[in-house]
């Protein structure tokens, strides 16, 4: 079954970096796109990036084009969004998330979540 | 880019009523718009794709309508476990934004 955890979230100060992480099993990694998706302390879901199955392609939300980097390394299994120049408002869970379609380019919705990784910026 | 606004924000309503929530794109969208469920404390959850296919293993009870702005999740028959946030998403290009959520709880 799929499986995806999510690491490298903690307290961070306004202005520095963090590199999250996200170990995926229990399914054809390169086959398919990942979306990270955040969540503020009470607020509701805001897609932050997708980056399709084999890398070639990354969109962003607005809030963070510039300043956030999604990539992965299909030899690892493994998801990343480098976070640069953290503000305030970028406090959330980090949840890394599965898109269904194989091998598509562009990213759809998501049918499986991991637990999420908390980012604190202060 | 396109918003995506769901109302209400909340609703209260009594085991067995048939509750309804909006989603309204600023732009057509066609389909492609998902919906999801958060209950408290947990993982969102996938309820529906393409507007109106429901996901497997989503009780027949949530179903979904529309195209191009305006969109519906229909709950037919509230149980208690119904209690949760949905949210609506949009995926026709990026950004994928999601809708602001609407909270559902038991009168």
């Known amino acids: 079954q799929v499986q995806l955890v999510e690491s490298g979230g903690g307290v961070v100060q306004p202005g520095g970096s963090l590199r999250l992480s996200c170990a995926a099993s229990g399914f054809t990694f390169s086959s398919y796109g990942i979306h990270w998706v955040r969540q503020a302390p009470g607020k509701g879901l805001e897609w932050v990036a997708f980056i399709n199955y084999d890398g070639s392609n990354q969109y962003y939300a607005d809030s963070v084009k510039g300043r956030f980097t999604i990539s992965r390394d299909n030899s690892k299994n493994t998801l990343y969004l480098q976070m640069n120049s953290l503000r305030a408002e970028d406090t959330a869970v980090y949840y890394c998330?599965?898109?269904?379609?194989?091998?598509?380019?562009?990213?759809?919705?998501?049918?499986?979540w991991g637990q999420g990784t908390l980012v604190t910026v202060s | 880019d396109i918003q995506m606004t769901q109302s209400p924000s909340s609703l209260s309503a009594s085991v067995g009523d048939r509750v309804t929530i909006t989603c309204r794109a600023s732009q057509g969208i066609a389909n492609y718009l998902a919906w999801y469920q958060q209950k408290p404390g947990k993982l969102p959850k996938l309820l529906i794709y393409?507007?109106?296919t429901l996901q497997s293993g989503v009780p027949s009870r949530f179903s979904g309508s529309g195209s191009g702005t305006d969109f519906t999740l229909t709950i037919s028959s509230l149980q208690p476990e119904d209690v949760a946030t949905y949210y609506c998403?949009?995926?026709?290009?990026?950004?994928?934004?999601f809708g602001g959520g609407t909270k559902v709880e038991i009168k």
């Open positions: 998403q949009k995926y026709n290009t990026a950004p994928l934004t």
């Open positions: 998330a599965k898109d269904p379609r194989s091998g598509y380019i562009y990213g759809t919705y998501s049918d499986s």
């Open positions: 393409a507007a109106s």
